[in-house]
């Protein structure tokens, strides 16, 4: 099975890799990090991971979990790859299915993510493209259940840009049957097919009202140009999440940060630092939540 987004995942699927994600980080308590779990679900499996931006959080935590579960891995950079000088990804696709048993790819246009998917015969990985990254919001998911229970019903702020990273916050919304709030400029709202999946506040004060969670994200994504950064900066100043922000959620919310940040653009160290915020949860949930994906791919 292809993990190419949480909207075209079954929610009972989704609910199960969230549940096992759970248990699988529980089940390795205490242990370096290098150390095999009990259960070694990927041995003799072979994955290659592909990049064509940059990563570190995805790059780790796919690299560790696969040989935490006993297969082994490949890091291949796109540019480094016949697929950077004009190879198809179709071609790709088909190649590595020969090699590999299971395919992640971080690359820009959503298509191609697609079209490898279309023409691999082993199961393909989203890592993240221009439109969504539902790696990261499994983890999230996962990263708030782990603090506050089920998030059922809690209401989710997102302050910013409707980028990629609260694409899949939109789908996980529908899917995991929560409130979710954007706020940011209109020139920067969603991409027009999420309507429907959450609701628009342009007061961030007004927003951030009792939420159990507020999001925040970088103000220039990987796939923006540089050229748009200083606008951007403008539209997207009176959304930062500082602590006066923060203070009118819930006394008990939390605050999430896919990273990597810029610290006191989107939001303060002081909030990052504080006690609301779970960012480095949710970066070692990256780890489990993937590894529960790659089973479900799998099916091991
Ligand atoms: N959050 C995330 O995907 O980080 P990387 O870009 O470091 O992989
Ligand atoms: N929105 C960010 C997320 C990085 C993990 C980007 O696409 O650059």
């Not at 009118?248 to 653009?265: G, I, Q, V, Y």
């Amino acid at each position: 099975m292809h993990f190419l987004d949480i909207d075209m995942t079954p929610q009972k699927d989704l609910r199960k890799i969230v549940d096992e994600a759970h248990a699988m980080k529980k089940a390795r308590l205490g242990r370096s990090k290098g150390a095999l779990d009990d259960e070694q679900p990927l041995a003799g499996q072979m994955v290659a991971l592909i990049f064509e931006k940059p990563s570190t959080r995805t790059r780790v935590s796919f690299d560790v979990g696969v040989r935490q579960m006993g297969g082994q891995t490949m890091l291949l950079t796109g540019s480094e790859m016949q697929l950077g000088h004009g190879e198809t990804i179709a071609d790709t696709a088909r190649v590595l299915s020969r090699y590999v048993d299971l395919i992640m790819i971080r690359t820009f246009e959503e298509a191609t993510l697609l079209e490898m998917a279309e023409h691999a015969s082993v199961p393909v990985i989203n890592g993240l493209t221009n439109r969504t990254h539902p790696c990261q919001i499994m983890a999230d998911i996962m990263t708030f259940e782990e603090h506050r229970g089920p998030i059922k019903g809690k209401k989710v702020v997102w302050c910013g840009d409707g980028n990629n990273v609260f694409a899949s916050f939109a789908h996980a919304a529908k899917q995991f049957d929560f409130e979710l709030i954007f706020t940011g400029p209109e020139p920067l709202d969603p991409q027009a097919d999420l309507k429907g999946l959450y609701s628009i506040e342009r007061n961030p004060s007004t927003a951030v009202m009792n939420a159990d969670l507020v999001v925040a994200d970088t103000w220039v994504s990987m796939h923006d140009p540089q050229s748009a950064r200083e606008r951007r900066h403008n539209q997207l100043r009176g959304y930062q999440v500082n602590a006066e922000l923060l203070s009118k959620a819930k006394d008990e919310s939390l605050f999430m940060h896919c990273l990597p940040a810029h610290r006191d653009d989107e939001a303060t160290s002081e909030v990052m630092d504080g006690p609301h915020s779970v960012i480095f949860d949710e970066a070692e949930n990256r780890l489990h939540a993937q590894k529960a994906v790659m089973r479900w791919c799998l099916g091991v």
